[in-house]
């Protein structure tokens, strides 16, 4: 038996990687700031995990949205990541002094996630967060799937 794809999935670009993030966190929102400052090859595109959308990837990819509190980073019909993975994978990709970063790739996931879940149980605490999504300014609208 086959996994039926709804038709908002199968709008997704195959081409770009999807970072689905926690629209209300200021954290999150300001590290897809930096991300889109530093995304020179347009490879990705933003959802947030609270959208419909977002919801959806989440069950096709097979990740509890209620229970996971992480930036998840998914290339269409190749993989997907979440938690420090995600956060090097994409690292990895922007080039300049962020690339450095995937070095910490030896790292067991086990041991840099300990270090990712410290920061994502207190994101709200140290860096607040926003009463709904982040609404992208018009120039930025075409990086962001709904």
């Not at 930096?34 to 595109?45: A, E, N, S, T, V």
């Amino acid at each position: 038996m086959s996994k039926e794809i709804s038709p908002s999935l199968l709008k997704i670009p195959k081409e770009k990687k999807i970072i689905l993030f926690d629209g209300v966190c200021n954290l999150c929102n300001s590290a897809v700031q930096l991300i889109i400052k530093h995304d020179k090859k347009d490879l990705f595109r933003f959802v947030a995990l609270q959208s419909d959308l977002g919801v959806e990837i989440c069950k096709h990819i097979g990740v509890d949205q209620q229970n996971t509190d992480s930036i998840i980073l998914y290339e269409p019909g190749i993989a997907y990541y979440y938690k420090s993975e995600a956060a090097l994978e994409i690292a990895s990709k922007l080039g300049s002094f962020y690339s450095l970063l995937a070095l910490f790739k030896f790292l067991p996931n086990s041991f840099s996630d300990i270090i990712y879940d410290w920061i994502a149980r207190n994101r709200y605490k140290w860096y607040g967060k926003k009463e709904s999504c982040m609404i992208p300014t018009p120039e930025l609208k075409v990086k962001f799937l709904v």
